[in-house]
């Protein structure tokens, strides 16, 4: 079995122009992979340590001493051993930081060098990465996973962090649920997303995109935003429900002081109460399947009174809920908040960790979905991942940008050469 011969890092940049961490790992009998590791704008409390160096360079965005973690202090714990141990390596990084939330090392370090070890050693094996995930997601649970094409969520249209316009919620998103396979669902989404461009100009709006490719169009209600992914739903000759539903990443925290939720781009303020009430308006009115983060992170008594209105109804999606943690889950089923949890490998910093929480929803009838970052690079981990560990949806951005598109396209090949594969 080949050993790892060389483990190099470097900083490199998202999708947004902010650097990141490329590592390369190499094998004693040549075989080499490259892992680039994303970044969040919207994150949570509670997400394990990106370590950023500070200072003037780079807006103090630089990640430098992270890079110098994986060249230095990390490499040498792993040179020799065998990239087909992913449980074995990545507690070993875990260990050496020796803190929580990976604040001495960098969770960006630590989960480079993670993704690295499994791209090289799917290569080494000679199988494609989403069958490996198969593998390490027996090795580390002892549980059999059956493969699947996860179904996509668009985002189409950003509001909130992911845009300089004045709409509060984050994610407008379609979900292609009547297509029968990937290559449907990429038709129908990309025919969707077109007329909605079509339409927003029309309407003297901008098509400038978001950080995540959707249109960031500034709007005067969140309800108007949906009315116009209506009207491109309608236009591209697909019906609402039976083929295309919507979903929405409120992205709370991002406008909750504490007490109230302030949504500036309706000048509204709302109690917990009052933000469940809204919600529930707009799942009455339209068809919205999935809401992710809802309330506030923080908000638990908001999440418990949203769960009990909404829960046997709609979707509800611990995103910064929950950050990817297995132990913040864990309590959060304890008290029957959410129903669904965003699986962000950079919120915990490793490929291991990342699977024991989906091992953990799965188990307790959670529904785990992968996504993207905000910042994205070219990197298609997370698609194979789905797959792999048969997560039934994926969210990765608009049908539009490289840093989007690269994970859809991965995707449409897995089905093109994985006839036993199918979309869930």
């Known amino acids: 079995m080949s050993k790892i011969s060389k483990v190099r890092a470097i900083q490199v940049f998202d999708s947004r ?197 959707g249109f960031a169009p500034s709007l005067d209600s969140n309800e108007e935003a949906i009315k116009l992914i209506i009207q491109a739903v309608e236009n591209s000759n697909l019906e609402l429900k039976q083929d295309v539903n919507i979903a929405l990443d409120c992205a709370s925290s991002e406008f909750y002081d504490g007490n109230k939720y302030l949504m500036k781009g309706e000048n509204k303020s709302l109690t917990s109460s009052e933000l469940v009430s809204y919600l529930e308006d707009l799942v009455d009115k339209y068809p919205i399947t999935s809401i992710e983060d809802g309330m506030d992170e923080n908000d638990y008594n908001g999440w418990k009174l949203l769960t009990s209105q909404l829960g046997d109804r709609c979707q509800l999606v611990g995103d910064d809920l929950f950050v990817t943690n297995k132990t913040i889950l864990e309590e959060g089923i304890k008290e029957n908040i959410a129903n669904s949890i965003l699986i962000k490998f950079n919120q915990i910093g490793s490929l291991t960790e990342t699977i024991e929480t989906i091992d953990y929803a799965n188990k307790n009838n959670f529904q785990p979905i992968v996504s993207h970052r905000s910042g994205e690079t070219e990197d298609t981990t997370i698609a194979d991942l789905a797959v792999g560990l048969g997560i039934k949806q994926i969210k990765t951005g608009a049908p539009c940008r490289s840093d989007r598109i690269a994970k859809y396209n991965r995707l449409l090949w897995i089905e093109e050469e994985s006839s036993d594969i199918l979309l869930k």
Request: proline share 5%; charged share 20%.
């Open 17 to 213: 122009g902010i650097p990141t961490i490329s590592c390369k790992i190499s094998l004693d009998d040549g075989t080499s992979a490259i892992a680039m590791v994303p970044s969040g704008a919207s994150t949570g409390s509670k997400e394990a340590i990106e370590l950023r160096d500070g200072g003037e360079d780079y807006h103090g965005k630089s990640v430098f001493n992270a890079v110098s973690n994986i060249n230095e202090k990390l490499s040498p714990l792993i040179i020799g051993k065998d990239p087909s141990n992913q449980n074995e390596i990545d507690k070993t990084l875990i260990e050496f930081d020796g803190t929580s939330d990976k604040s001495v090392m960098g969770a960006n370090a630590i989960l480079a060098i993670s993704i690295a070890i499994a791209k090289v050693a799917s290569k080494m094996q000679k199988i494609p990465l989403y069958k490996h995930f198969s593998n390490i997601y027996k090795d580390i649970t002892s549980e059999s996973i059956d493969p699947c094409i996860p179904m996509p969520m668009f985002n189409i249209l950003n509001g909130g962090e992911h845009s300089n316009n004045n709409i509060d919620i984050q994610e407008f998103m379609i979900l292609p649920n009547g297509a029968k396979s990937f290559k449907e669902a990429m038709q129908w989404s990309v025919e969707i997303y077109q007329n909605l461009k079509i339409i927003i100009s029309l309407n003297g709006h901008s098509t400038a995109v978001g950080d995540e490719g």
